[in-house]
């Protein structure tokens, strides 16, 4: 009963510091939006940051676990994943179909130290906040998983639902 309080406990704060975003920038640089560059996906498309139609924050803990693990949106919406590492490791988000993400995840296995610099891919250092606009104008079931070795396998992955 006392750890299933302190699970409890545990989820909640890092729920409220995923939504705890106030009403200032991520602390870091924002990337500069190309449309010549966004590129559609299976699951979207890069979005544009001055058009962000809602606001979602996420946690990430070293329990390997997205808070929350589930979101929902519309067709269309042009969402900003505010994504914080809780953690004291490197942790990274990365949007696809669950297919794409098993496939990545193997081959980050093989290549650990392999640098990312794609729209729908966060890395974050521990206690940093970084973020993803995406526009989701697709409908279905899509996903978001930490690709750091490990972690993917561990648990640490996240579903997008898109109506």
């Not at 449309?35 to 946690?59: C, H, W, Y």
């Not at 914080?84 to 669950?98: D, F, P, W």
């Not at 070795?149 to 648990?155: L, R």
Request: hydrophobic residues 45%.
């Amino acid at each position: 009963m006392r750890l299933g309080r302190l699970a409890a406990l545990l989820v909640a704060a890092a729920l409220a510091a995923a939504r705890a975003w106030g009403d200032g920038a991520p602390r870091q640089a924002e990337r500069p939006f190309d449309p010549a560059r966004a590129e559609q996906k299976e699951f979207g498309i890069a979005g544009d940051p001055n058009r962000v139609t809602m606001s979602v924050g996420l946690a990430m803990l070293d329990t390997m676990r997205f808070v929350p693990d589930r979101i929902e949106v519309r067709v269309g919406e042009n969402v900003r994943l505010m994504v914080r590492n809780n953690g004291k490791v490197q942790h990274e988000m990365v949007l696809g179909s669950l297919d794409e993400l098993k496939r990545h995840a193997e081959m980050m296995r093989g290549h650990p130290d392999m640098k990312h610099d794609e729209p729908h891919m966060a890395h974050v250092a521990p206690d940093k906040i970084e973020w993803i606009v995406w526009t989701f104008n697709r409908p279905g079931e899509f996903y978001y998983g930490c690709l750091v070795p490990g972690h993917f396998e561990a648990g640490m992955l996240g579903k997008i639902v898109v109506r």
